[in-house]
T-cell receptor, first 111, second 112 residues
Framework: GENVEQHPSTLSVQEGDSAVIKCTYSDSASNYFPWYKQELGKRPQLIIDIRSNVGEKKDQRIAVTLNKTAKHFSLHITETQPEDSAVYFCAATDSWGKLQFGAGTQVVVTP | DTGVSQNPRHKITKRGQNVTFRCDPISEHNRLYWYRQTLGQGPEFLTYFQNEAQLEKSRLLSDRFSAERPKGSFSTLEIQRTEQGDSAMYLC??????????FGDGTRLSIL
């Protein structure tokens, strides 16, 4: 089955700096890669996603890149703000179309 | 559209008791998923429905767990003879086909 690894597990950045989170996946049939943000005690919230026919997607300060050959994808957050502090999860679909999540990255943005 | 709704938000029960959770998906979403999340981990897939058909069950779902979606709308997840290890957040998500999955706030289960 699909296996998703996510790094780093914690990330501390100064406000205004960029944050990058990296994920790798194992199933070459995976074709959909969403990213979720989860604040303490709240639901995972979809922030951006990318499909395998696209190499990069951007939405304001957030961007995702996908390298299908290397089977890795990354989340980039620019000009970080304190409200970006949360746990971020990457995920990939397995061959059945269901999501396999990474273990999460705790992002702390310090003023 | 009020999003995915789950209730109860919290459930505290004694070991050995049965519990049932409910999920109301986003209207017109034909797929409904159940996940379990423990502290410090990502959501783990349990099972999913397309309309009323249960298409897949994870190995995590022992025979004490059962899920239904009788009319292809809301779904229930029942855990029988609860154990300490069942303590977790149970999340529901819905999607339109293979579109983005949107999550509810979850039901936090605590086993005494």
């Amino acid at each position: 089955g699909e296996n998703v690894e996510q790094h780093p597990s914690t990330l501390s950045v100064q406000e205004g700096d960029s944050a990058v989170i990296k994920c790798t996946y194992s199933d070459s049939a995976s074709n959909y890669f969403p990213w979720y943000k989860q604040e303490l005690g709240k639901r995972p919230q979809l922030i951006i996603d990318i499909r395998s026919n696209v190499g990069e997607k951007k939405d304001q300060r957030i961007a995702v890149t996908l390298n299908k050959t290397a089977k890795h994808f990354s989340l980039h957050i620019t000009e970080t703000q304190p409200e970006d502090s949360a746990v971020y999860f990457c995920a990939a679909t397995d061959s059945w179309g269901k999501l396999q999540f990474g273990a999460g990255t705790q992002v702390v943005v310090t003023p | 559209d009020t999003g995915v709704s789950q209730n109860p938000r919290h459930k505290i029960t004694k070991r050995g008791q049965n519990v049932t959770f409910r999920c109301d998906p986003i209207s017109e979403h034909n797929r409904l998923y159940w996940y379990r999340q423990t502290l410090g981990q990502g959501p783990e897939f349990l099972t999913y429905f397309q309309n009323e058909a249960q298409l897949e069950k994870s190995r995590l779902l022992s025979d004490r767990f059962s899920a239904e979606r009788p009319k292809g709308s809301f779904s229930t997840l029942e855990i029988q003879r609860t154990e300490q290890g069942d303590s977790a957040m149970y999340l529901c998500a819905s999607s339109s086909g293979e579109g983005p999955q949107h999550f509810g706030d979850g039901t936090r289960l605590s086993i005494l």
